[in-house]
Structure formats: C-alpha cells, structure tokens
Antibody, heavy 122, light 109 residues
Framework: EVQLVESGGGVVRPGGSLRLSCATS????????MNWVRQAPGKGLEWVSG????????GYADSVKGRFTISRDNAKNSLYLQMNSLRAEDTAFYHC???????????????WGQGALVTVSS | QSVLTQPPSVSAAPGQRVTISCSGS????????VSWYQQFPGTAPKLLIY???KRPSGIPDRFSGSKSGTSATLGITGLQTGDEADYYC??????????FGGGTKLTVL
C-alpha cells in the first residue's frame, strides 16, 4: 500500500523557516517524480514544487521561487521542502504528492499525503 | 485567481448526469494532458482521470474525461449522493509548472 506521511508542520512567525519531510513506503521511491502541493484552509489546490526521480530536474511555483527548496533522499525514501522567508500567505496544508510512473514530476498525481499544516502568524 | 477556470458549483439530481468544465489556454491545456481530482472535506485529493480521458484502476466508468483545444470536461453519470465533493482539474504548462482550477463543488440534490 502506497503511503505518504508528512511531518514538520507547525506555527512560525513571518520571516521564519520550516522544513517539511515526507516519509514514503509501499513503492519504489526512486522510480517516481514527487511534488509538493498546498491548500490554504477552505481554498483550492496550488502546486508548490516538483522534483524528478534523481533530483536532476526541479521546478517551483513563482510564488515560492527563491524561498523554498525541494530535495529528496532516495536512500531514505523521503522528500523534503525547506521553506525560508515565510509569509502569511504561505499558510496552508502542504501535501506530499507522487507523480505517475515515469520518473518525471510533471505527470498526473496519483497519490497524495494527508498534508502537514503550516501556519505563518505573528 | 486560478490559471484554469472552473465553475464554482454544479448540481444535479441523483441518477442524472453532470459535467464540469475546465478552461485554460494554449500554453497549458492546449499543450498537455489534463487530470481530474475528487476531494472530500478533510481528506486528500484522489485521482479520477489522467491523460485527459483515462481512468485509474478502481475508478468506476461513471466518471469520464475529455479534452478539446484549450478546454477539458469531467462527466459523471448516474449521480450518487456519495459523489458530493469538490472536483479539481489540473495540467502542466510548457515550463513544467502545474496549474489547478479553482475547484467545483458538486451538490447532488
């Protein structure tokens, strides 16, 4: 069974930093591209970042470019999102999301984690 | 303001058919596949349609997808009360950035 479990969410002040982790199981992690997608409470989905199977191709939404860094550790079957210079508008549930097979992140998302809540507030 | 445009809400009676539209541009829907997701309150989204018109295993054939030019459509036949959820379309653009629609709330009357 595919499982994606996020951790590292919490409350942080504007300008602060947070690192999200996603522990995965139930599939061969380095066969898949991965993404982070966020959803502000009561709002729609917003793609944040994606990384291909070996980290050689990475993309970011304009809203987080230069502030967030995606990475992965295939030996630990884990995905990460380092978030710096956080703003109030970054408040959301952050979902770890697996792209369909092929190694690229730019494919339909076939599995989603439940999400980690990040609240940016003074 | 979402890059892809969906109606905020649609409704229909049980057993009826409903369609949800998703409008984009030549740089996103016009040049890539579309996927559709179903989300119940408090849960993670679930993939319903990929590659514009394909269903993952386990998704009933009551759900269908189509794409024409810069628009896509999700169709649901034989509506059930359990289909009440939010539905999102998504695609990728030429710069490998993903876009989602703003979501459509389906009410089964």
């Amino acid at each position: 069974e595919v499982q994606l479990v996020e951790s590292g969410g919490g409350v942080v002040r504007p300008g602060g930093s947070l690192r999200l982790s996603c522990a995965t199981s139930g599939f061969t992690f380095d066969d898949y591209g991965m993404n982070w997608v966020r959803q502000a409470p009561g709002k729609g989905l917003e793609w944040v970042s994606g990384i291909n199977w070996n980290g050689g191709s990475i993309g970011y939404a304009d809203s987080v470019k230069g502030r967030f860094t995606i990475s992965r550790d295939n030996a630990k079957n884990s995905l990460y999102l380092q978030m710096n210079s956080l703003r109030a508008e970054d408040t959301a549930f952050y979902h770890c999301a697996r792209a369909q097979s092929g190694g690229s992140y730019s494919r339909a998302i076939d599995f989603w984690g439940q999400g980690a809540l990040v609240t940016v507030s003074s | 303001q979402s890059v892809l445009t969906q109606p905020p809400s649609v409704s229909a009676a049980p057993g009826q058919r409903v369609t949800i539209s998703c409008s984009g541009s030549i740089s996103n829907i016009g040049s890539n596949y579309v996927s559709w997701y179903q989300q119940f309150p408090g849960t993670a989204p679930k993939l319903l349609i990929y590659d514009s018109d394909k269903r993952p295993s386990g998704i009933p054939d009551r759900f269908s997808g189509s794409k024409s030019g810069t628009s896509a459509t999700l169709g649901i036949t034989g509506l059930q009360t359990g289909d009440e959820a939010d539905y999102y379309c998504g695609t990728w653009d030429r710069s490998l950035s993903a876009s989602f629609g703003g979501g459509t709330k389906l009410t089964v009357l």
